[in-house]
């Protein structure tokens, strides 16, 4: 595909930068072909001093649907981590590298497919906006596509998820597994894996440098 085809999303973030402003502003977003496929626009949700960020992806069936990030089964494995380390989610902010769901249709359903880098790119003016307005103590990549996207390069999770890195604007990040990898896998000893390595990795974020205390 042609580069012009994937433009960036940056005339259509305002100059006015509130999280409320930029939420609005991005359902009228037409950095990328994706927004064509979704039904809605899916933005972050938390509040402004929020110290954690935790991104995703992109939106599931589910998220497209209510327009509202980690609501599906994901987001239900990512709300059982969250209550097992402790963290409220309405206290942190929770959103995705790119905000418009891509799919494609198969057996009367329609399937996530995982944005190219070329949309993960276009998307990213939103994702650096939404960090500069929190100025988070944290935030924590979940998944290859949130890792590429943050850190600006291509990330192995299971190279880095116990370094301390810097996103490609500065702030502290660790990356971890995607919850939905936590559903996913082949073997409920590999799920129950995922699952736990995530937890650890999201008490490293609420606790900060202290996270080699948390070894077992
Ligand atoms: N997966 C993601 O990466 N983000 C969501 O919001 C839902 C599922
Ligand atoms: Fe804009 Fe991102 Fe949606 Fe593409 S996916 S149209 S860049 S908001």
């Not at 996103?167 to 559903?183: K, N, R």
Request: some cysteine; charged content about 25%; overall charge negative.
């Amino acid at each position: 595909m042609a580069r012009e085809d994937y433009p960036t999303a940056n005339p259509f973030v305002p100059e006015e930068r509130d999280l409320e402003s930029m939420a609005e502003a991005a359902r009228h977003c037409r950095g990328c072909p994706l927004w064509q496929g979704a039904t809605h626009v899916v933005f972050g949700e938390g509040p402004e001093d929020a110290e954690i960020v935790l991104v995703g992806e992109q939106p599931g069936r589910r998220e497209d649907e209510t327009g509202r990030p980690f609501v599906g089964p994901a987001g239900q494995a990512l709300d059982r981590a969250l209550e097992e380390v402790g963290v409220d989610r309405n206290q942190i902010y929770i959103t995705n590298a790119v905000k418009h769901f891509k799919s494609k249709r198969s057996n009367g359903t329609r399937q996530g497919v995982t944005p190219r880098v070329a949309e993960i790119n276009a998307c990213n003016p939103w994702l650096q906006a939404e960090l500069e307005q929190i100025d988070p103590r944290i935030v924590v990549a979940m998944g290859t596509v949130a890792a590429r996207s943050l850190a600006g390069r291509a990330l192995s999770i299971g190279e880095t998820r116990e370094q301390w890195l810097h996103t490609q604007w500065g702030q502290e990040l660790i990356v971890t597994f995607h919850p939905s990898a936590s559903i996913r896998a082949m073997s409920n000893e590999r799920r129950e894996q995922i699952f736990e390595a995530i937890v650890y990795d999201l008490q490293r974020a609420k606790i900060g440098g202290a996270g080699e205390e948390l070894r077992r």
